[in-house]
């Protein structure tokens, strides 16, 4: 059960519909509130792949390559995995949601946690990683508040002379909505969940998952202007969840989720980056190399720990 608005809070330029009666009797009739309704949100039946295909997808996110705490000897691991597990030989796609690299000049003091300052070795060494991957796993890359593009969302897709040191790799933008053998996958960085956190008493960084159903029942991905999302003014709001998704997958905390809301599959992929000074002080514990594999036909999911 998702609480009341009344005892969760609502996000700043949230859109609700609301009921109640107006006073009568008043020469500026006065609306009485008694009721806050967001979009209604049923029970939604998933498009499932077809039962020959016998496909998985792959769900991973903030790499954070080029940082010192990325942990090198668990990617070794998650290689072999690839290279020899029977279930790695139904993975045919490998979802990056953002935050690839750690990036340079993302915030003040970030060289003395870089173990390699060059923002274009960074990428190139991500795809050098990305090659040790077997070729029958198509990669699907999408940009989080690390990468090198704009911070504002919606964010484009990585520059074409990034994309060019990769191969098997298709480079999307920051959100995505795309559809693999009929299943239809909403990926988002994830950014806004620190709005939610600050917002809404139901979410905490320890369950980004409150954050996306929060984002599902509201329809929208980032609804606050003027928080800790920079945001994009654009002709038409991006943000905006048209067509609620069989698969919603997010990023950007450093946590992991998998689980059902009302029909759709939510997955908090996990990073790859350990415990960083930032997070100490904060007393966070993230929850590092968990490969999260579903099957698109059955939804069964699987979470491989490496660590
Ligand atoms: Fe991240
Ligand atoms: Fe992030």
């Given at each position: 059960m998702s609480l009341h608005p009344s005892l969760d809070g609502l996000m700043d330029d949230e859109i609700v519909g609301v009921s109640g009666n107006f006073s009568s009797g008043e020469r500026e009739p006065i609306l009485w509130v008694q009721n806050i309704h967001k979009p209604p949100l049923g029970q939604h039946s998933k498009s499932q792949a077809g039962e020959e295909s016998a496909v998985s997808a792959a769900f991973l996110s903030?790499?954070?390559?080029?940082?010192?705490?990325?942990?090198a000897p668990q990617w070794e691991k998650m290689v072999q995995w690839f290279k020899n597990d029977p279930l790695a030989k139904t993975v045919k796609y490998f979802v990056l949601t953002g935050d690839g690299v750690d990036g340079?000049?993302?915030?003040?003091?970030q060289e003395r946690h870089l173990?390699?300052?060059?923002l274009f070795n960074q990428y190139g060494e991500l795809a050098r990683m990305l090659e040790?991957?077997?070729?029958w796993v198509d990669v699907v890359m999408l940009p989080g508040n690390?990468?090198?593009?704009?911070?504002?969302?919606p964010q484009p897709a990585l520059d074409p002379e990034v994309q060019?040191?990769?191969?098997n790799t298709t480079f999307v933008g920051n959100p995505c909505d795309f559809s693999l053998h009929g299943v239809r996958i909403l990926s988002y960085h994830g950014k806004s969940i620190d709005d939610f956190v600050a917002t809404?008493?139901?979410?905490t960084y320890s369950k980004p998952e409150m954050a996306m159903r929060a984002m599902l029942e509201r329809r929208?991905?980032?609804?606050?202007?003027?928080?800790k999302t920079p945001l994009s003014p654009e002709?038409?709001?991006?943000?905006?969840?048209p067509v609620v998704p069989d698969i919603f997958v997010t990023g950007h905390v450093h946590g992991h989720f998998v689980g059902d809301h009302k029909g759709t599959l939510m997955v908090h992929s996990s990073t790859w980056?350990?415990?960083?000074d930032f997070q100490r002080m904060l007393g966070f514990q993230p929850k590092p190399c968990i490969l999260t594999v579903v099957n698109?036909?059955?939804f069964a999911t699987e979470s491989i720990d490496f660590v």
């Open positions: 903030d790499v954070h390559l080029g940082s010192k705490t990325f942990l340079v000049g993302i915030y003040p003091g173990a390699i300052t060059d040790d991957i077997p070729d690390h990468d090198a593009v704009r911070p504002a969302e060019q040191d990769y191969s809404l008493r139901s979410v929208h991905l980032a609804p606050s202007w003027g928080g002709p038409e709001d991006r943000m905006v969840i980056q350990d415990q960083t698109l036909h059955t």
